[in-house]
Every structure is written in structure tokens, then in C-alpha cells.
């Protein structure tokens, strides 16, 4: 499956944007997806994933609460809606797809490209 992440921008402190992050075809809906992010000069680092359904999500502390994973299987569509951002968001944010969700990035076997998102004080 082919993955095409879309939705950053450049926002202000507090404000809120919301990535999407389109499948090739309908073999998305057999997949767990996740959002994971890379600043600069850091590691990439997991943000959020959801299980095949969307009857299950799970997000890293630092996210818990701001940001909300949702997925619609009709539309091959994994979204991040992220809320009162701060600077420390700012990151490049990739979406990527597995059997199972995972914070662990080897665990996805599909990436989209990244989307930029960056947060100004």
C-alpha cells in the first residue's frame, strides 16, 4: 500500500492543524496505522496509532490530550487532528502502516513521505 501524507503547514502556538494521510487502495483497511514524527537533529519518535478498526488508539505522553487518530476505512484516510500546538511540535510527521499498531517504527512495514509542521512561539 502506498501512502500519501498531506495537512502541515506553519501555525502559531495554540492553534491546531489536522494531517491526512491517504492509502493507494482498499487493503488499508487490514492495517494498523500510526503517526510518527522527526525533529531536527532527533530521533524519530512515535506520536499516535490506531488499530485496523479505530476501535482502539493509543498516544505518546507528550501528545495525550492535544492530539486526537482517527481513521475512515471508506476513504482510505488516517487523519491527526493536533490541538494547542507548541513549539516543540514542530517536526516532519509521517504516517505509516503495519499488522498491528506499535510504537515501534520497524514494526510498520509502509511510510508516507512527511508532512512539515511547524509551530512558531
Known amino acids: 500500500v502506498q501512502l500519501q501524507a498531506s495537512g502541515g503547514g506553519l501555525m502559531q502556538a495554540g492553534g491546531s492543524l489536522r494531517l491526512s494521510c491517504a492509502a493507494s487502495?482498499?487493503?488499508?483497511?487490514?492495517?494498523?496505522m500510526g503517526w510518527f514524527r522527526q525533529a531536527p537533529g532527533k530521533e524519530r519518535e512515535f506520536v499516535a496509532a490506531i488499530n485496523w478498526s479505530g476501535g482502539s488508539s493509543y498516544y505518546a505522553d507528550s501528545v495525550k490530550g492535544r492530539f486526537t487518530i482517527s481513521r475512515d476505512n471508506a476513504k482510505n484516510t488516517v487523519y491527526l487532528q493536533m490541538n494547542s500546538l507548541k513549539p516543540e511540535d514542530t517536526a516532519v510527521y509521517y504516517c505509516?502502516?503495519?499488522?498491528?499498531?506499535?510504537?515501534?517504527?520497524?514494526?510498520?512495514?509502509?511510510w508516507g513521505q512527511g508532512t512539515q509542521v511547524t509551530v512558531s512561539s
Open positions: 505509516a502502516a503495519g499488522p498491528r499498531g506499535s510504537v515501534v517504527a520497524e514494526r510498520y512495514d509502509y
Open positions: 487502495d482498499r487493503t488499508f483497511r487490514m492495517y494498523a
